[in-house]
């Protein structure tokens, strides 16, 4: 029998350990687990998990940026968002980076075997209760610009969640791999854009926006 071999990321050790304890069945495997997002994506890219479960508030990199730059590297790959947060605007960030699927962590735990079970068929699973709502947004989002989020770069997204982190820009240069001036004129240029003129304002813009809680 095929086992499913399972990728898991979350900032939280007893939630992590929890995880463990609903997959010690028979067909599923954890190859790993980690607790911030750009661990997330080294070891998706080092194991080629089957399926990555991921939460959607981690450190240095959050999950949904996470999901996009695991499905950049490999465009099959399967991610389910494993979360607290109930927010429709959260889900539809996820799906739109590729998610497939999301369950609420307060769902029971046969849930999360099932939504992995869906997705190792090629199915989409989301928790009954915010499936229809998703839907609608997704549509509605169709017809929409993604909003001010969606006009910075990927790099720019991620200097504004470590910023938001309270990371001095010395921190940051050294998590990215970038020079101080770098991440100083990606601050700026994140100013510019999003019309912000603080590190407070960057801050708060981060947490309304998902990207930080």
Request: hydrophobic residues 40%; positive net charge; charged residues 30%.
């Amino acid at each position: 029998m095929m086992r499913c071999r399972v990728l898991l990321g979350d900032d939280h050790t007893v939630v992590l350990e929890g995880l463990r304890r609903i997959l010690d069945r028979p067909g599923f495997e954890v190859v790993g687990a980690v607790k911030d997002g750009r661990a997330l994506v080294e070891a998706a890219t080092k194991l080629h998990p089957d399926v990555t479960i991921a939460d959607i508030s981690m450190p240095l990199l959050n999950g949904v940026e996470a999901a996009r730059q695991i499905r950049k590297r490999e465009r099959r790959a399967k991610i389910i968002f494993l979360t607290m947060h109930p927010e429709t605007a959260y889900a539809v960030e996820a799906m739109r980076a590729g998610a497939s699927g999301y369950v609420l962590k307060d769902s029971a735990g046969d849930e999360l075997v099932t939504a992995i079970r869906e997705v190792m068929h090629g199915r989409v699973y989301v928790t009954p209760t915010l499936k229809e709502p998703i839907t609608r947004a997704l549509q509605a989002r169709r017809k929409d610009s993604s909003g001010a989020t969606g006009l910075l770069t990927p790099r720019q997204r991620e200097v504004l969640q470590l910023m938001a982190e309270g990371r001095t820009p010395k921190e940051i240069a050294t998590v990215l791999n970038v020079s101080k001036r770098t991440v100083e004129f990606h601050k700026y240029r994140i100013m510019e854009i999003l019309g912000l003129r603080t590190v407070a304002e960057l801050a708060g813009y981060a947490v309304k926006q998902g990207i930080v809680t």
